[in-house]
T-cell receptor, first 114, second 117 residues
Framework: GDSVTQMEGPVTLSEEAFLTINCTYT??????LFWYVQYPGEGLQLLLK?????DKGSNKGFEATYRKETTSFHLEKGSVQVSDSAVYFC?????????????FGKGTRLSVIA | GAVVSQHPSRVICKSGTSVKIECRSL??????MFWYRQFPKQSLMLMAT?????????EQGVEKDKFLINHASLTLSTLTVTSAHPEDSSFYIC?????????????FGPGTRLTVL
């Protein structure tokens, strides 16, 4: 079945450091790919998404590019802030219709220190 | 973006009691909603797919008689944890798709933290 693998955390960075969180996936078709963020005590929020190969999703300074050849969707940010401290989940949706559930990675906890 | 709410946000109950969690789509109608469970420091695990007007579809290993799902309207799905026990303590999250929005995007509720004593 479909699966998502994320780098294990926790990841601790100093403010303004560069962030990369690796994500690779396994899917039988052509999934849509997502990054969700969960701030402490809150639910998941969609951070960005990409629906086809070579698409780049971006939001709030975060970027991720859909790489079909490496089945990857790594999350990057050039300069992290303390407010970026959260858990980040990579996810895929196989059919892309929204009526199928998302398959999540295990999440990566990011802590940014001032 | 679309808004999904959950109620209550936190609940503490005694072992053996039943707890109902509501998931509402506030500004759109959702024919399908999903219920996930999240254990501490772990990922979300799909429990069931809630379909308006029909029976929910449960994932393997999820007891349908213990986790009762009702999707009686296009804006409300409920999850009832029956005869709750401490091992049911978890963070329960629902999601729904906005038919009027991007076809592959789901919106998540803020979650309900259940603690069973």
């Amino acid at each position: 079945g479909d699966s998502v693998t994320q780098m294990e955390g926790p990841v601790t960075l100093s403010e303004e450091a560069f962030l990369t969180i690796n994500c690779t996936y396994t899917a039988t078709g052509y999934p849509s790919l997502f990054w969700y963020v969960q701030y402490p005590g809150e639910g998941l929020q969609l951070l960005l998404k990409a629906t086809k190969a070579d698409d780049k999703g971006s939001n709030k300074g975060f970027e991720a590019t859909y790489r079909k050849e490496t089945t990857s969707f790594h999350l990057e940010k050039g300069s992290v802030q303390v407010s970026d401290s959260a858990v980040y989940f990579c996810a895929l949706s196989e059919e892309g219709s929204g009526n199928t559930p998302l398959v999540f990675g295990k999440g990566t906890r990011l802590s940014v220190i001032a | 973006g679309a808004v999904v709410s959950q109620h209550p946000s936190r609940v503490i109950c005694k072992s053996g009691t039943s707890v109902k969690i509501e998931c509402r789509s506030l500004d759109f109608q959702a024919t399908t909603m999903f219920w996930y469970r999240q254990f501490p420091k772990q990922s979300l695990m799909l429990m069931a797919t809630s379909n308006e007007g029909s029976k929910a579809t449960y994932e393997q290993g999820v007891e349908k008689d213990k986790f009762l799902i009702n999707h009686a309207s296009l804006t409300l799905s409920t999850l009832t944890v029956t005869s709750a026990h401490p091992e049911d303590s978890s963070f329960y999250i629902c999601s729904a798709r906005d038919p009027g929005g991007a076809s592959d995007t789901q919106y998540f509720g803020p979650g309900t933290r259940l603690t069973v004593l």
